[in-house]
């Protein structure tokens, strides 16, 4: 089971009290975008094999939304953090390196 | 190739069985085929063999990173069903069906095709009414399904509680020539008959790397070598997301787990195949006595074919509630699979942005009883660089187009 901690509450909370919420820091694309740009924003995901920022909320708990780094190859959890963020911050980027030293890095 | 008939059994008896030859050849990968498929699962085997049977094509090499079938073909609960709401959707996998009825044959090779009937039962109104559209849809569409009746489900499966607490029974949509079939067998027998026309089925090779020359694609780099291709066809289902990233495009695919269990065996107690889409959880058993059962999907990306627990543990609940009978029994064996979901939950056939690249992908939970369709399709969209009447709509510009099969067809829940 899946265990994440809410960087809200600080909760320990498994999977049944989180609902997943898909690929993380996804970018609106604007009125002004092309077709193609639009289709990768709504559809077009990562997926990785691998290193991964996912959305989730505390759903049963605090209600609030935040993004975890975690391995899809493993489902090892490297760090979770606010959703206020727009991109990874540098300490998850650093837990992420010491477990993963070959990573490609964030985008 | 030696035929499988009764003659051919009573003399291998009474030669202790040692004359049957090896059911398809291991060759060494050559340098080049005309077309290259990866993934030697249901889809990429059927896409082969009609490739050879319909459009005369057999230089034709089907790559595969661990053993025939060991990805979903060989995880999944094999239901076959056709009852569905969009056209193109009923169109395609109508034509799998009937397929399957005549695949034996065809093959030469028992996949146990048994149209022992599909019920997906009706447990609140709202499902009711979806239902009741559905087989005015499929009578339209020429798919014999029909809504019957909560007297008649009780008659078709005495052992369900219809009067559940909190999901009574009301109603089902039942497809009579629905039902199951071998899913190793469907493998080995397309898998046979590719072989016999000449094509490479090579195990124990991932493709590592995909090459272009002049903005086509002519090569994947595998773990046995480089391999050259005048086409390529990707189906590889949960792994679509990482070969599309090798040719150097993204799909609108996530891969997430699905899971499934089977009970101790015991006396035939279930003759159809039960499904309960609104607690998601579906049943059926198996020649051995077992009771196959599965549920719902994971929410989140995962690699591992290792499912959540209490995925497992909603399903059986659920499957308590409507069947009582089965409360005390004990799960033997449970595992999972990496389903590759769509955005609009119908898969994808399509050419890509790499031309002589097409996919095949996005089956989902519900693709086993797709296989001998797709192949169809597929092997026609490969032949002609052109898709056909079945694999058009659901090509991957649906999505820029906003021309979704909405079929929800694997909502969270498997078929
Ligand atoms: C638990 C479960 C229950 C299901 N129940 C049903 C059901 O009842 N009815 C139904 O219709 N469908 C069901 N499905 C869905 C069905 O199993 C799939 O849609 C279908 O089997 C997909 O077939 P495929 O040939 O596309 O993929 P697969 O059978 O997964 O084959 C893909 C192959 O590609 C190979 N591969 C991947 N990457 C590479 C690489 N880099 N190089 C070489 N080879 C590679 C894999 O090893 C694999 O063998 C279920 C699925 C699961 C997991
Ligand atoms: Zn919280």
């Known amino acids: ?107 | 190739m030696k035929r499988y008939n009764a003659l051919a059994i009573l003399r291998e008896g009474l030669r202790l069985h040692r004359g049957w030859p090896r059911a398809w050849a291991s060759p060494e990968p050559k340098s080049e085929y005309d077309v290259v498929i990866v993934g030697a699962g249901g889809h990429g085997l059927a896409t082969a063999y009609y490739l050879g049977r319909n459009h005369g094509i057999t230089n034709v090499a089907v790559l595969e990173k661990g053993w025939l079938g060991g990805g979903n073909t060989g995880r999944n609960t094999t239901i076959i069903r056709s009852n569905y709401l969009q056209d193109p959707s009923a169109a395609i996998y109508e034509k799998a069906r009937a397929l399957y009825e005549t695949m034996s044959r065809d093959l030469n090779l028992n996949v146990m095709f048994s149209p022992r009937g599909v019920m997906m039962l009706a447990q609140t109104e709202h499902e009711k009414r979806g239902y009741l559209r559905t087989a005015e849809a499929n009578a339209l569409q020429g798919v014999e399904t029909e809504f019957i009746s909560p007297a008649r489900v009780k008659e078709l499966v005495p052992m369900i509680n219809i009067e559940g607490p909190r999901y009574p029974v009301l109603g089902a949509l039942w497809q009579a020539r629905g039902g199951t079939a071998r899913h190793d067998a469907v493998a080995w027998g397309y898998a046979r008959a590719c072989s016999d026309m000449g094509m490479h089925i090579i195990q124990q090779c991932e493709v590592i790397g995909i090459e272009h020359r002049g903005g086509r694609v002519s090569a994947v780099n595998t773990t046995r070598g480089r391999i050259g291709c005048g086409k390529l066809a990707l189906i590889v289902a949960g792994h679509s997301g990482r070969l599309a990233e090798m040719a150097g495009f993204r799909l609108p695919i996530e891969s997430v787990a699905l899971q499934a269990m089977v009970s101790e065996p015991i006396k035939p107690m279930l003759d159809v195949v039960v499904m309960a889409n609104t607690v998601h959880g579906y049943i059926s058993q198996s020649d051995k006595g077992e009771l196959v059962i599965g549920g719902g999907a994971d929410g989140y990306n995962n690699y591992t074919q290792r499912g959540s627990f209490h995925h497992i543990e909603e399903t059986v609940r659920a499957l308590c509630e409507t069947f009582p009978a089965i409360g005390r029994l004990r799960m033997m064996r449970q595992w999972g699979g990496i389903v590759d979901m769509t955005g609009d939950r119908s898969p994808i056939l399509s050419k890509t942005p790499l031309p002589g690249c097409y996919v095949n992908c996005g089956w989902g939970t519900g693709g086993f009883k797709a296989i001998p369709g797709s192949g169809w399709a597929m092997a026609e969209l490969v032949a002609n660089d052109a898709p056909g009447p079945l694999a058009a709509p659901f090509s991957l510009s649906r999505f820029r187009e906003g021309r979704f099969i909405d079929e929800s067809v694997a909502a969270g829940v498997a078929h």
């Open chain 1, 1 to 107: 089971m899946l265990i994440l901690t809410c960087p809200y509450c600080g909760i320990q909370a498994d999977e049944t009290e989180l609902a997943p919420g898909g690929e993380a820091h996804l970018k609106r694309a604007g009125p002004d975008a092309s077709d193609a740009e639009f289709e990768a924003y709504m559809f077009e995901r990562r997926n990785p094999y691998g290193v991964h920022f996912e959305r989730w909320r505390h759903a049963a708990g605090c209600g609030k939304w935040f993004i975890a780094a975690r391995a899809t190859d493993t489902l090892e959890v490297f760090a979770t953090y606010k959703a206020q963020c727009t991109a990874p911050p540098a300490d998850v980027i650093r837990a992420i390196r010491a477990r993963r030293p070959d990573w490609e890095g964030w985008k």
